[in-house]
Structures are given as C-alpha cells and as structure tokens.
C-alpha cells in the first residue's frame, strides 16, 4: 500500500474546498491530483498550508494551528493580545 509522500501544489478555487484539487507524490513515486476529500485529514496537508501562507488556505487549518500560525490583528495591523501603556 503507497501513501502520501508530500503535497506539491493545489489549484481551484481557495473559498470552495471541494473546488480544490492536490498535485500529490505517493511513496511509489506516482504523482496524482487528488479531490479535497482524498487529502482533506493527511497532517502533510497542515504542512503544505503552513509552508505557504500566500495560499490563502489557512483557514482549512485546525483551530489550534491556525491561531499559532496566523494571530488575529486589529484593525490597526497590531496584534489583538497588544497592549498599549497609557
């Protein structure tokens, strides 16, 4: 049985997951495109969207990771936990 290797690209439609297809490398060399579905529970998927925040996929990462990885700003591009002294 293969498994994924790695995740080498996607393409689709970033706000539509089940639009999105993955260029995908099994451990038997085999390179496929694979439905959301196929990838959609792989930790590698976590990997590939950590490895390229331009992706705009950050939001298909699971809470915990999604806070580490991309703090929420205010509206002034300073982080919310920011405070400023008086």
Known sequence: ETE???ILAVSGNPKQRTSLRFRV???DGDITTEPW???KH???LDDFILANP???LGYLLPPEKRLTAFPPTTSKGKHSH???AK
């Open 82 to 84: 920011c405070k400023h």
């Open 54 to 56: 331009a992706s705009t």
């Open 4 to 6: 994924v290797c790695k």
């Open 25 to 27: 490398e099994w451990s």
């Open 42 to 44: 792989l930790a590698l």
């Open 37 to 39: 579905d196929t990838v």
